[in-house]
């Protein structure tokens, strides 16, 4: 087996800071599997061409190609069954699916808001067109139009937590005891914000705060110490 | 055992609109379990003060009394361990609440918006005062004034199923090929509108649309035969 992860990079090419790409980090960690992971542009589109569009996480497992996160996961659980399971069961499995889509509908949007411009200052410099031209088309706003309403982002992301606060305020992860892909389609969120920015996503007394703090300590502190701009110095 | 399950209704005694009494109900269906239903009205607070609240469903079962839909239902898959299973796991279980959350903070606020003036006319004469008082104070706004922008609730509405629509897409109900608990917390919200108002939620292509059917099929049609005012005459 040899696995190869194409994963967003920005102009710092150890600053990873997709969430999709998160969510696949995470789970390659989760299963014990070792990848090689190559950092990738806005602008290297024609590097992942061979797998037939052009986002990333692309994920190469000898011959097999695949992209999107949920996806590889779904392949990750299938193609190493005798490994960690990151579903526990069909329904477990159902409620990551439900997650993953819950997170990209709810989650996104707001973080976006806070953080598209920071990431525009973040990205290399052969990204910058495409990622302004692009930005600027699909959400019909200026870039310096981001992150100037952060308060009422952060106060609509905090309301679009509840039901992961109902779930986590009796229990450490969403699925119960361990942690799930359920938990690293959330978790990928906060590792955007984390890589882009110095935040106050959470207050210090939400279950999900104390939730977080478990996921970055998970795998022996893996995505407490990947390069963020948000991490504190003492972490 | 003996149950006796308090829910809302309308004028008409056998109009159950509530979408939590309707998560119980299905709940004791999915169980097996039989409990003598009795009308509540707003305005009789005081026959379920022994419940040390003033909120509906309230299940009596001999001596036990419960309120809260959700504590109802974890009350019956621990009371009734030989009886199928509400949530078929500990991970079906997180799934549920999960979902019981989720439904509460996405799918009441614009039916809300859509459904609240139709309630206050179904209501029981002696609910009207209580209702307008209660409504127009919790939410700023006259009773008159609900109703008014349906075609943006419908829609706001319909995208915020996207995580259901997402699991619903693969496979029958969100749990897998079984109905559970996550599944009557969401169907909860759509008899909720079922029972006061004729109107389409879904587009007849939407997989939830499917999914609903399935539900209204379930324990012989339950809630299909359910007095509704949005019942179709033909069904």
Not at 24 to 30: G, Y
Not at 31 to 50: C, M, Q, T, V, Y
Not at 112 to 123: A, G, Q
Not at 203 to 231: N, S, Y
Request: proline fraction near 5%; include cysteine; charge should be negative.
């Amino acid at each position: 087996m040899s696995l190869t992860l194409y994963e967003l990079a920005g102009a710092d090419a150890e600053l990873r800071f997709s969430p999709h790409c998160w969510k696949t980090r995470m789970a390659l960690a989760h299963k014990g599997l070792a990848a090689e992971r190559l950092p990738w542009r806005f602008s290297e589109k024609a590097n992942i061409a061979f797998s037939g569009q052009g986002f990333v996480p692309v994920l190469v497992d000898d011959e097999t190609v695949l992209s999107d996160s949920w996806r590889i996961a779904t392949y990750l659980e299938d193609r190493y069954p005798d490994r960690p399971s990151l579903f526990g069961s069909a329904q477990g499995r159902s409620f990551a699916r439900f997650c993953n889509s819950w997170a990209d509908s709810t989650q996104v949007l707001p973080l976006r808001m806070i953080l598209t411009y920071d990431i525009f200052t973040l990205v290399h410099e052969n990204d910058r067109a495409y990622f302004r031209t692009s930005r600027e088309t699909r959400f019909n706003r200026k870039l310096e139009e981001f992150g100037t309403e952060t308060e009422k982002h952060v106060t609509d992301f905090r309301a679009g937590l509840a039901p992961a606060r109902a779930v986590l305020s009796e229990q450490p992860f969403l699925c119960g005891e361990a942690p799930t892909y359920a938990d690293y389609c959330l978790f990928g969120m906060f590792m955007w914000a984390r890589c882009i920015k110095k935040i106050e996503l959470l207050e210090t007394d939400d279950p999900v705060h104390a939730w977080r703090e478990r996921l970055l300590d998970l795998f022996d502190g893996l995505a407490r110490k990947a390069p963020a701009m948000g991490a504190d110095a003492a972490s």
